[in-house]
């Protein structure tokens, strides 16, 4: 830039970004800040890291003055605050922080750049939700194509990873690349330099970041697979009971609507996979029972997905069984080792309570010794907390072993004390399948409340008893007694499906 | 420590006309080197702990060949009390820390001092920690200026400007001998620019010149009958010194403007924003030539009337700007006013909202009030879209509340005790400050009050009598050394409290930014100083001690329910020692990278979980909430509800599948040791099991 003698802009450029702790935004501001130094103009920073490194949002606030002022010019007034509606660019490093900017009225769609990064870092709220407490993310991004003048959305965490580097060095690359504030890619190139820090690895990020923005921020999504590319995938996986998938798979879309081939089609694998043939059978059965009651596919669908996930529900059995698959060492080698010479050695942190081992017991002995237990223990029942070490051959025998023995499952107690509220739970959806769409669905999904091992499975079971027990028939009764239809009882079972799964213990 | 200061230390050293490019807080720590310090001290709290941080850095290599001694404070008290020196000797020196709550805790030296005042100049820095990005109660600095008269300065934004302050304070302390306080926002500590340096100044009496004689006057002293001519000379000789001095030296900025009907009053340190205010307004430009004047208070405390009077004087309109209540500065404006019968309409509170930060929207709403006309078009436009996203989101956006780090040492120990409370019943829990507040946040929800650094388990002392469980106190190690000692350990072990304290040693003052503690080890000049907890608390007649390791959380847990349960009477302490993890990886980060980078072997820990296990009910997370334990969506067909996941910033602490454990969850965790260049046998038997299990695998 020439050295002038007139200044012709009245006012600093703002730049605000919203991070987490711990994410760099310190770093990325001091970047920025170098950079205009670099290119001999005026700027100020601020922030609020009182948390930083601890996870907590923070904010950093940038002004930059857009020309060089000349010796003796007054000086700019730089404010240590972002004014609503008044800023020029918003860096986020998390979908999550663009919306707390947004929601602060910072973007103004006259002038705002918005740059963030699509990935997401749940909060503790959206993580301890039992069920699905993670906000949505549309509404994050019709704010943002609303509200930005310009957008650029784009998963900078994983840019980063791509080229191994940091998400805030792509983040500024993409800020270099959109051109909004006066500074070239050199100056941000001298900035990171300057920085003295991992400089070959912040350049690299920073070129991808650049990269993105010029590649109009092209997003890769996965089309999803043909259902019989994975109908072939699933009969390997059942080796031997491969063929027996297949014959009920055919069956079922001989019988059923084309919408629901595929959720059928996986809902059999899983329970052929989980016991056998038979088994499989008997859930197509369920199946068939609702459909001759009149319902829809909407609702049969989710009664297929609920009703296969708790047939497979996860007895020791099982979970030994998963944990032995050739798929599951796999996985983890792939998930946490780059390079085949290392050696990996996995501990699993197994606890089974007394119910969960003589659940797989055949009820005729267990019974009794459940009776005793759960006199004696009526709380925390006596638990065997082990550290299997799988990848030695003594530890996977253990596991392999136990889940060998799924031919005990049918007449063990658990699957007596599963099925008793399972028949229960059926009962009451087949009743009001065609009382009401909205109310069958509710009701089928209180299976989805119940989650977890052990107590915490107890706890919930015992929950859905009691709904299905006790709120469920008289809730109908004035229902039907003031023939309004029936939303009083379908918002009420949602509430309390709600007040359970957000429920502390 | 949690940042290096080496490039900031360079910066200190520089001379005339150099030019130091940093925070605020550089600046004021170089204008103190070019003020002449002898002496240096403080207690470490955000925004003022990198002033003590970078001096620590800076002590060998500047402090020392100055002769300038570094103070690393036990707390606030001591630190207030260290300024004790300039009352008897022409010594300059400066102290810090955070303020309201620092100030509190010394304000009994403060008095002491405030008192027989000072020969040589004393400032204190405080990090005035009010408003949004506050981590403290909400209550005005200014107070204790006005009831102890110390001046206060509130100095405009801008490094050069600190600088000026600082320098010009010392000679206010000086020429009146009153301590003088400079009180340093959040934003404004760590505002980046830039100054022009000027040389570090050698102090005449210092550790390389020491005294010799010393000095007895008794009318220096705070006793009666001194005290009773002290507080003559407050008011008398001091305050009115001081005035004179802020008048004949320009403390105070008067920014002319052609309106001379109105005006406006403001705290320095409210200038940038209210400039900002009314160029958004139309009223200024964006180089702060403003079209009605303003009256610019570096100097907060005391305020000089005939300044005051002389801007008012003729203005039909006076707005006062002053952020916090109880508002001091408009009181004593509109008393000037009123004693001098001036026709001025003053305006304050009545036109801005009275409590919380002075953002720009509050002061712009202000301003508009006050002005009228144009800016009410100008904030509309300004204000066009506000709300829509609101609208647009549905719901607001969830908080994010600062918490416990990634393999953090406190995080399993409120597990532990999360777990115990399930057992055995929820009971009384009194928090305290540090790291381990954050308990008191979501998913811990652990703590029932706080009652200031240290003052947990004092705080427990009414309600452990008055309730039927024991009640369980928390205490850090920083806190411990600050104040817990006596104030909590010896006042309940004095009054035979039957309770349980919880001390979470970490070995750093952690929250701020890893300061060395006594538990440490070395204090922060480098010297090796070691205190004991467990040794002190025994010799404080302490009989029931454990000490656990917290990441062992079904041990700890035992540990708790043995305190709560035992029938031994009196305190009961479980010392949680694990190192600070921020600290920690520091350490191990350099050291994993340098085994790998030359072929050693290295084992390396991390977690995870079987998303095929895991049911999503999420318990783990409502005893854990570790960062890296996160959500991933559900990989099974037929399952909606997202699945819990460990990230790759796992450090492999084994909170996890501890809790899984200790809590009974689920199977779903394991540990996996990655063993980057094995050994020769390592590898040949990892061969040889993966054939043998892979003959059985499906």
């Not at chain 2, 010392?170 to 620019?193: D, K, Y």
């Not at chain 2, 907890?533 to 000490?547: D, H």
Request: aromatic share 6%.
């Amino acid at each position: 830039m020439n050295q002038m003698t007139e200044v012709s802009a009245n006012r600093p450029l703002s730049i605000l970004i919203g991070a987490l702790g711990g994410q760099g935004g310190g770093v990325l501001t001091e970047w920025i800040i170098a950079a205009a130094t670099h290119a001999g103009l005026a700027a100020q920073s601020t922030s609020i890291p009182g948390v930083a490194q601890r996870t907590g949002a923070t904010t950093y606030y940038l002004e930059i003055f857009p020309e060089r002022l000349p010796e003796g010019a007054p000086e700019p007034v730089f404010s240590l605050y972002p004014v609503p509606g008044d800023v020029d660019v918003i860096i986020a490093g998390e979908l999550l922080e663009a919306g707390r900017m947004l929601e602060m009225d910072y973007a103004s769609p006259e002038r705002t750049t918005l740059i963030t990064s699509t990935h997401r870092l749940y909060s503790i709220g959206e993580k301890s939700v039992a069920g699905n407490g993670i906000y949505p993310r549309e509404r994050i991004e019709r704010a943002a194509h609303a509200l930005a003048h310009s957008l650029v959305a784009f998963d900078a965490l994983a840019a980063a990873r791509a080229v191994g580097s940091e998400a805030n060095a792509v983040l500024l690359g993409a800020l270099a690349a959109l051109n909004v504030l006066p500074l070239t890619p050199a100056d941000f190139e001298a900035a990171i330099r300057a920085g003295g820090v991992a400089v070959e690895r912040n350049l690299t990020g920073f070129a991808a970041g650049l990269k993105v923005v010029t590649a109009a921020g092209a997003r890769d999504v996965q089309p999803e697979r043909a259902w019989n590319e994975l109908k072939a995938e699933r009969a390997r996986a059942l080796r031997s009971r491969g063929a027996a998938f297949l014959k009920l798979c055919a069956q079922a879309e001989a019988e059923f609507a084309a919408s629901l081939h595929r959720t059928l089609g996986e809902a059999i694998a899983r329970l052929t996979d989980y016991q056998d043939e038979r088994y499989a059978a008997d859930f197509l059965a369920r199946v068939r029972q609702l459909v001759a009651l009149g319902a829809g596919p909407k609702l049969t669908e989710l009664f297929v997905r609920r009703l296969a996930v708790w047939m497979t529900y996860e007895d020791a059995i099982r979970v030994a069984e998963l944990k032995t698959r050739r798929a599951r060492l796999a996985r983890i080698r792939q998930e946490h080792l780059s390079d085949d010479k290392a050696v990996l050695s996995v501990t699993d942190y197994l606890k089974p309570d007394l119910d969960e081992i003589y659940g797989i017991l055949p009820a005729v002995i267990a019974a009794p010794l459940a009776r005793r237990a759960e006199r004696r223990w009526p709380q925390g029942r006596p638990t065997l907390a082990q550290h299997v070490r799988t990848t030695t051959v003594t530890g996977f025998l253990r596991l392999w072993l136990l889940g060998r023995l799924r031919f005990l499952r049918p007449a063990s107690l658990r699957y007596q004390r599963e099925f008793a509220l399972l028949e229960r739970w059926q009962q009451a959806v087949f009743e009001v399948a065609i009382t009401d769409e909205s109310l069958a669905c509710e009701v089928i999904e209180l299976a989805a409340v119940i989650k977890g091992y052990g107590h915490v499975r107890r706890r919930l079971s015992a929950a859905v008893a009691r709904l299905l027990d006790e709120t469920l028939a008289p809730a109908l009764a004035r229902d039907r007694a003031a023939g309004q239809g029936y939303a009083a009882t379908t918002e009420l079972l949602r509430q309390e499906r709600q007040a359970i799964l957000s429920s502390e213990n | 420590m949690e940042r290096s200061f080496a490039a900031d230390v360079k910066q200190l050293a520089f001379g005339n006309g150099q030019t130091l490019r940093g925070e605020g807080i550089l600046a004021i720590t170089k204008a103190l080197l070019q003020s002449g310090i002898s002496y240096v001290g403080g207690y470490p709290g955000s925004p003022v702990s990198h002033l003590l941080d970078v001096l620590a850095d800076a002590n060998e290599s500047l402090l020392a060949p100055l002769g300038i001694y570094f103070d690393a404070s036990a707390s606030e008290a001591a630190a207030a009390a260290l300024l004790g020196a300039s009352i008897n000797y022409p010594m300059r020196g400066a102290v810090t820390w955070k303020s309201v709550v620092g100030t509190n805790v010394a304000s009994d030296a403060l008095s002491n001092l405030a008192s027989p005042g000072v020969i040589g100049g004393a400032l204190i820095i405080v990090g005035d920690d009010y408003g949004a990005g506050a981590s403290i109660i909400q209550e005005r600095t200014h107070a204790f200026a006005l009831k102890s008269s110390l001046c206060l300065l509130d100095p405009r934004p801008g490094l050069q400007n600190f600088a000026r302050l600082v320098e010009a304070g010392f000679e206010l302390s000086e020429a009146s001998n009153l301590p003088t306080m400079l009180s340093l926002r959040i934003r404004a500590a760590h505002l980046r620019g830039q100054m022009i340096c000027r040389d570090n100044v050698r102090p005449a009496i210092s550790m390389l010149s020491p005294l010799h004689q010393p000095s007895f006057d008794y009318s220096r002293i705070s006793h009666p009958p001194s005290t009773f001519r002290h507080e003559a000379q407050k008011f008398e000789l001091r305050l009115p010194a001081a005035r004179r001095f802020v008048l004949e030296r320009g403390l105070n900025e008067i920014i002319p403007g052609e309106d001379s009907q109105v005006g406006i009053i403001v705290q320095g340190g409210l200038t940038a924003t209210t400039l900002r205010a009314l160029a958004l307004l139309g009223a200024a430009d964006g180089f702060g030539r403003s079209r009605m004047p303003l009256l610019v208070l570096n100097v907060v405390h005391p305020l000089v009337p005939e300044q005051i009077l002389d801007f008012l004087a003729e203005k039909k309109r006076v707005l006062v700007l002053e952020e916090g209540m109880p508002n001091f500065i408009e009181q004593e404006v509109k008393a000037l006013a009123y004693d001098r019968q001036l026709k001025t309409e003053i305006h304050g509170k009545d036109l801005i909202a009275a409590q919380g930060e002075y953002v720009p929207q509050v002061i712009i709403n202000a301003l508009t009030r006050f002005l009228a006309g144009e800016a009410e078009e100008r904030r509309a436009a300004l204000l066009q879209h506000a709300g829509r996203a609101r609208q647009m989101l549905e719901q607001p956006v969830p908080p994010r509340p600062p918490a416990f780090c990634t393999g953090c040492p406190e995080r399993p120990v409120f597990s532990a005790l999360k777990i115990a409370q399930r057992e055995l019943g929820a009971t009384h829990v009194a928090a305290d400050i540090g790291c381990h507040a954050f308990a008191t946040l979501p998913p811990f929800n652990q703590g029932n009050t706080i009652l200031g650094y240290g003052m947990g388990l004092a705080s427990a002392g009414a309600v452990a009598q008055a309730f039927d469980r024991r009640v369980i106190s928390i205490m850090g190690d920083g806190g411990f050394w600050h104040s817990g000692l006596t104030a909590g350990v010896a006042n309940a072990v004095y009054n035979r409290q039957d309770s349980v304290l919880v001390i979470l040693e970490n070995f750093y003052t952690s929250a701020t930014g890893q300061q060395a503690n006594p538990s440490s080890g070395v204090n922060p000049r480098g010297q090796a100083v070691k205190m004991s907890i467990a040794e002190t608390i025994r010799s404080l007649g302490v009989r029931w001690l454990r000490l656990v390791n917290p990441y062992r959380v079904s041990d700890t847990l035992a540990v708790i329910k043995e305190a709560m349960t035992t029938k031994a009477e009196g305190l009961k302490v479980i010392i949680a020692r694990g190192e600070c993890q921020l600290e920690r990886q520091r350490r191990a980060k350099p050291q994993i990278a340098a085994k790998l980078k030359a072929g050693q072997r290295i084992a390396l820990p991390r977690f995870g979980v079987d998303a095929d296990v895991c049911t999503g009910d999420k318990s783990c997370m409502r005893l854990n909430g570790c960062p890296s334990l996160t959500l991933r969506e559900n990989p099974d067909p037929l399952r909606d509800d997202p699945v819990a996941h460990v990230d790759e910033s796992c450090v492999g602490c084994g909170l996890c599948g501890e809790v899984a454990h200790a809590a009974v969850l689920c199977p779903s965790f394991y540990e996996v040791k990655v063993i980057r260049h094995p050994r020769f046998i390592e590898r040949a038997l990892d061969e040889i099991r993966r054939r043998i299990i892979g003959l059985l695998q499906t």
